[in-house]
């Protein structure tokens, strides 16, 4: 029997949080994945940031 899947209302990537103003520049407060380009943000968990993109993975 097929389960009808209740679908997650996704929540909006809130890209200016990851930036920090420091005088005039804008400083990157997360990684971005080396695989994706500059444009995608890395995700920081304890030990590892990874990629929700690509899924890579990089360990502190
Ligand atoms: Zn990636």
Redesign the pocket.
Known sequence: MAKKKEKKPSKPIKVHEYYKKEGDALKREKKS?P??GAG?FMATHKNRST?G??H?CEFN
């Open positions: 994945c695989k994706c995608t990629c993109k690509c890579y």
